[in-house]
């Protein structure tokens, strides 16, 4: 069975390295794999890894993993750093989660490595390493993480490990069976980093950088930030690191190969004509020798040497781009006299501050002002038309995707109200209420009143107790013989703090079914915060039954005085697991 998948490995290799760049990589590992015959495996494995990608066990599986092993920043400015950025691609860019997509979850690890990665879930995990070697750049920063989550939008992330996985691990992820939360994904992403370079995992690099460009300007970041940040890495694998899995060394210099990463001046090129375009067709930069040149038209209008070159530069046209990309006239430039000789020009946007900046110390004010009149005086209008029409493309392809979600059939709507009751069983209430907004929002949603009753323990966990049980009370208003309801409330109940009431509604979803564990477990965790062991120990027992002896169940403390063995096991396989990521 292994000599066959690395013959099949090696046959998708050869194939797919002829296939047309322009392909998107989950097309050409389709084709190759239909071409060789074994399109079936790499589509059992893609439904595997969507599933997966879908499940919010496995997600906060990964993220615990990423954490206990990697760790997590301990400078809490690091951390508000990346919350903040990611907060506002998420926020604010232009794109939209399918329906079978789960919001996303990231942490800033301690890894000294210049990466960042997307899991096939939407988890995150930032190095804390690109952070340095980007040097706290939010630009720079928000084009790599536009990339990534780029990757989980489009669900690269699972088509990439799904090829690698089809290639490596086909007969274990054909099982089907696989309990997500136990995948060891450190070493599912250290074997998926090198086992499919010299892959076409090159095109959706190119598309991630494309789809991460355009994500990190709509909201509000500076178009240069992608080339710069990719001016920073090329400087970075030709210079500072001679890492495999970050840099393949049998590549050679100026020529495009398929490594896990396409040649990073090739794609510092790529982001940079994405600029041009964006500032329709007007901004350009040219990089000669170790200078870059920013042009408007063809005319020269600022050089940047030495120290930082690629970043004053990038950030000058970016801000140049905006200006063109956002103003139909030389008017909305706003062009004045500023301080002493100089000629100020736009708003105080944050996005336009390293080209007023520039333009102030070399004053050239007055020189940009001519070169934009210029440019508009003899724009041609096709040009722009040109580029707003692919933006209004890019723009309904996302209306399409949210209409696509907003009608999905009633299973997938009914995944969105699983997924948010799974968020709140893991203590994140925000992403229980994302969540349970698209489920109420799906057409198909069959279970309204539920969802109401979900929203309420979510509002709950986020501290919204009154709004909490206005919730609840809505939901059993709407629907009394839902047991799951009277649960809900109860739980909230609790939080609460009003422990007889939430007993009550317990014991009144136990008289609807007696065999549903989470009663059991939500009445033990009551009776334990109220001291009282004894009826504790006797619904954990019933809920340790129901769950089929589950040892993650009940609390560890129980579960010793209820299954001895169980525990020690369970002991004994936490410190294998901590001594070992020692």
């Not at 009776?527 to 993650?552: H, I, V």
Request: aromatic residues 10%; hydrophobic residues 40%; contains cysteine.
């Amino acid at each position: 069975m292994k000599k066959f998948f690395k013959v099949i490995a090696a046959v998708l290799t050869f194939a797919i390295f002829f296939l047309p760049v322009k392909v998107l990589a989950a097309d050409a590992w389709a084709v190759a794999a239909e071409a060789v015959g074994v399109l079936a495996v790499y589509k059992s494995v893609l439904k595997s890894m969507l599933e997966m990608g879908n499940d919010v066990n496995a997600q906060m599986s990964a993220r615990k993993q990423d954490i206990e092993t990697n760790g997590t920043s301990k400078n809490p400015r690091d951390i508000q750093l990346v919350d903040d950025i990611m907060n506002r691609l998420i926020n604010s860019g232009a794109y939209e989660l399918r329906v079978n997509s789960l919001p996303f979850v990231w942490n800033v690890n301690e890894s000294e490595k210049f990466n960042a990665s997307c899991y096939p879930m939407n988890y995150v995990t930032v190095n804390l390493g690109l952070l340095k070697n980007l040097n706290y750049d939010e630009n720079k920063i928000a084009a790599v993480l536009a990339h990534e989550l780029t990757h989980g939008i489009e669900q690269h992330s699972a088509k990439i490990y799904a090829n690698a996985m089809a290639q490596q691990m086909g007969a274990v992820m054909l099982g089907a069976n696989i309990n997500s939360a136990n995948v060891d994904w450190s070493k599912v992403a250290g074997m998926v980093n090198y086992s499919i370079a010299k892959s076409v995992i090159t095109p959706a690099e190119y598309a991630a950088d494309e789809g991460g460009f355009y994500l990190m300007t709509s909201a509000g970041f500076n178009p240069g930030g992608g080339a710069a940040a990719m001016a920073k890495m090329d400087y970075y694998f030709r210079y500072e690191t001679r890492d495999f899995l970050e840099f393949d060394a049998h590549d050679k210099p100026g020529e495009q190969t398929f490594s896990d990463h396409p040649e990073t001046e090739m794609r510092e090129e790529k982001l940079s004509q994405l600029l041009t375009d964006y500032s329709c067709g007007h901004v350009t930069v040219k990089k000669v020798d170790r200078a870059y040149k920013v042009l408007i038209d063809g005319r020269e209008i600022y050089t940047a040497n030495y120290q930082n070159a690629a970043d004053n530069a990038y950030y000058f046209a970016g801000g140049l781009a905006r200006a063109f990309h956002d103003y139909n006239s030389v008017d909305g430039w706003n062009f004045r006299k500023g301080k002493g000789s100089s000629t100020d020009f736009l708003n105080d946007d944050k996005v336009f501050k390293q080209v007023k900046e520039i333009a102030f110390l070399e004053n050239n004010g007055g020189k940009i002002r001519d070169a934009v009149t210029l440019a508009y005086q003899n724009e041609n209008p096709k040009n722009r038309q040109k580029y707003f029409d692919a933006e209004k493309k890019r723009l309904d392809y996302w209306k399409k995707i949210k209409a696509e979600s907003l009608t999905a059939k009633k299973d997938a709507a009914k995944q969105l109200r699983i997924n948010a009751d799974a968020y709140s069983d893991h203590g994140e209430g925000k992403l229980a209420l994302q969540e349970i907004q698209r489920a109420l929002a799906a057409k198909n949603q069959d279970d309204v009143p539920e969802c109401l009753a979900i929203r309420g323990r979510a509002k709950a966990i986020c501290g919204d107790y009154a709004g909490a049980l206005k919730d609840c009370n809505d939901a059993l208003a709407q629907d009394s013989k839902n047991l799951f309801n009277f649960l809900n409330r109860a739980d909230v109940y609790k939080m609460r703090g009003e422990f007889e009431l939430a007993l009550k509604d317990i014991d009144t979803a136990l008289q609807m079914d007696s065999e549903i564990w989470a009663s059991y477990k939500l009445r033990g965790d009551i009776f334990d915060e109220l001291g009282n062991t004894s009826k504790a120990e006797e619904n954990y027992r019933r809920c340790y039954e129901l769950t089929k002896k589950n040892p993650r169940s009940i609390p560890e403390k129980y579960l010793e005085k209820i299954d001895a063995d169980a525990y020690k096991k369970l002991v004994e396989r936490e410190k294998g697991k901590v001594e070992s990521d020692k």
